[in-house]
């Protein structure tokens, strides 16, 4: 606790307002009401279509509703099948709850050739939401005993979505993929009007029409269902942080699923973090045991042991999150663990 | 005669090729080299800022503790491995450090300082100038990862203008690789 509030101070200190949009692109409305994600009546304005990465990213088992709206007659350039490219206009929202009542939305906002990062904090009534201060609020809400949700900073917000040349982490190829994986943590099922790679393509927005994401959705290279499931888990998780193109690709650990190989080849995370050292040791180990997916001896992992923690220094994901994801802990101890049997 | 006036017509256009390039070469000598500039710049902030009190770690000479330049920014030397931090309990007291100055220990647990040298494997070496800034402005190892922990004065710092962070990080780059390995934080027992 006393680590908590030393850091707390000195992040105090940092200079608000840090500047994240690109010069001249315009500021995000102040409601969210403003935004284009309602219409008049309070309902879901026409045009905004939800849809649900099957991988969801953990933010401590809130509830989450998302949307995507593409400007009219606007495609995505799906030329790089990695990295999609969306057209100017578009906007994505995504709305948290704790305990049924909304607590923000967050919405990413392609404008001015860049993306513009907010987040927008519900009201005690539920009726409408306002911007956060660019330093986001510490400690909003109450999510569990002695938890706390808090609103993320910009400079939060860049942290993660600035990694990934993407900039969108959740709306992908595999995230959309309609070969759903039945052991995704917290995976919901699909509704009806939620959209998918198959739905995509017959609304004709992706350019070029990549007719063989329907024909062969994409799925995670690995036959144990186990297995699939837990690099599909790191991949919406970790990927957005740990690929193979933004600024971490120096540490040589990429857990993010790509398209754009052979369909045999193997998963980046098998390749760069199973029986592979970091720089992370584990507590107890020297770099001579210590590996980031040690096959057969989750005590010796240690991304296990850091998808564990919850304490400033060690935990992954490094912000967003103050309660481990349990399920997912469960998953992949049950696949490091699966890797020691003959 | 003809190869006379050859003579002269070379010992011309060699004149008027000189008289061409002197004032260009007299104008190279003045301009200054804006990243030699960069570097001067940075190195003075670099000691201004006192980065040497943690990142060079100190030794005993002859009036006293000094900071040992042969391992320059180097951060804590992995050859000391540091025995357990003492017990302070809950009096004001509340950190403690090392001997060199590289190793600080507090309600965060123990802390090394890193090393700052362009090393590719244990310093900066990999590292952008844009990666070195997000890291200051956000107090994130790495610019995304963990706290930066204290005493690391990264608020402070994080105020810099941009162009001093980036003078800041071509001097650092510009000085001699060492190669060491800082350890890794060790945090606080879990009943802190």
Not at chain 1, 274 to 283: A, E, R, S
Not at chain 2, 108 to 113: A, D, F, I, N, Q
Request: net charge neutral.
């Amino acid at each position: 606790m006393r680590l908590r509030i030393l850091l707390a101070f000195a992040a105090l200190a940092v200079p608000l307002g840090l500047a994240l949009r690109a010069e001249g692109a315009p500021a995000p409305p102040e409601l969210l009401s403003q935004t284009a994600l309602y219409d008049a009546s309070g309902a879901i304005a026409p045009g905004n279509r939800p849809f649900q990465p099957q991988y969801p990213l953990w933010t401590d088992g809130a509830v989450k509703a998302r949307w995507i709206r593409l400007p009219h007659g606007k495609k995505i350039d799906v030329s790089d099948v990695d990295l999609w490219r969306f057209p100017e206009g578009t906007k994505l929202w995504k709305e948290f709850s704790f305990g049924g009542r909304k607590v923000e939305t967050r919405m990413l906002w392609k404008t001015g050739g860049d993306w513009v990062f907010a987040s927008y904090v519900w009201d005690a009534d539920q009726s409408d939401a306002h911007l956060a201060p660019p330093e986001g609020i510490s400690g909003i809400v109450e999510i569990a005993p002695g938890k706390r949700h808090s609103i993320p900073s910009l400079a939060d917000c860049a942290a993660c979505h600035r990694s990934s040349p993407a900039t969108v982490l959740g709306f992908n190829a595999l995230q959309l993929s309609d070969d759903r994986d039945p052991l995704a943590p917290h995976g919901a099922p699909l509704k009806a009007d939620d959209l998918t790679l198959r739905s995509l393509l017959d609304a004709d927005v992706l350019e070029p029409a990549r007719k063989e994401l329907a024909i062969h959705p994409p799925r995670v290279r690995e036959n144990d269902p186990v297995a699939r499931a837990a690099i599909g888990y790191l991949s919406g998780n970790c990927g957005g942080c740990h690929n193979g193109t933004g600024p971490l690709a120096r540490l040589g650990m990429n857990l993010l699923h790509g398209e754009a190989v052979e369909p045999t080849a193997s998963e980046p995370a098998r390749l760069t973090a199973v029986d592979v050292g970091g720089g992370f040791l584990v507590p107890g180990h020297g770099p001579e045991t210590s590996r980031r997916v040690a096959p057969g001896a989750p005590e010796r992992s240690a991304l296990l042991y850091r998808m564990k923690s919850r304490r400033p220094s060690s935990q992954m994901p490094p912000l967003g999150t103050v309660v481990r994801d349990e399920e997912a802990v469960q998953l992949v101890q049950r696949w490091i663990e699966g890797m020691g049997r003959p | 005669m003809r190869s006379r006036q050859i003579l002269t017509l070379t010992t011309a256009v060699a004149a008027l090729a000189a008289l061409a390039l002197a004032p260009a070469a007299k104008g190279e000598a003045t301009k200054p080299d804006p990243r030699k500039a960069q570097i001067a710049r940075g190195a003075y902030l670099v000691k201004i800022m006192v980065c040497n009190d943690c990142h060079t770690p100190f030794k005993m000479g002859p009036k006293g503790p000094e900071p040992d330049m042969s391992r320059m920014l180097s951060g804590h030397p992995q050859d000391l491995v540091m025995p357990p931090p003492p017990k302070l309990g809950n009096g004001p007291w509340i950190a403690s450090f090392a001997a060199t100055n590289t190793a600080w220990a507090g309600p965060w647990g123990v802390s090394y300082t890193a090393n700052l040298t362009p090393d590719p494997e244990t310093g900066l070496g990999k590292w952008t100038a844009d990666t070195f800034m997000q890291a200051l402005r956000t107090g994130k190892h790495e610019g995304v990862g963990r706290p930066i922990l204290p005493p690391m004065p990264y608020p402070w710092f994080a105020q810099a203008t941009d162009e001093d962070l980036r003078a800041i990080f071509a001097y650092l780059q510009s000085i001699p690789p060492v190669k060491n390995k800082v350890p890794q934080p060790i945090e606080p027992p879990e009943s802190e």
